[in-house]
């Protein structure tokens, strides 16, 4: 069975990041500043190569906010791939 894992990692300066997602999977309930989490996809779950934007919510001094990347991320099988959400990282607000 062929696989591919995704990371994505936290680096926002002060913001929480919530129910993190790429494409339909899920990665993460929370992830603070300087944390990632890690979801594997299996050949079964999906066919290779998968393109999608990672969405999310963000979180700073009580206000909440949804987002997704303005840029889309290839995964392919037998792909690590590490997505960081920095303070520059180009996003789009969703309603």
Known sequence: MDKAT?????????DTLERVSWDTYFISRTL???EK???????????????ARVKFY????????HFETRYRFI?????????IITDT???????
């Open 6 to 14: 995704i990371t994505i990692q936290n680096n926002r300066s002060n």
């Open 32 to 34: 603070l500043p300087g």
């Open 37 to 51: 989490s890690t979801h594997t996809i299996s050949d079964i779950e999906t066919e290779f190569p998968k393109e």
């Open 58 to 65: 963000m979180k700073r001094d009580g206000y909440r906010a």
């Open 75 to 83: 995964l392919d099988i037998d792909d690590n791939l590490l997505i």
């Open 89 to 95: 990282t180009r996003l789009i607000m969703l309603n």
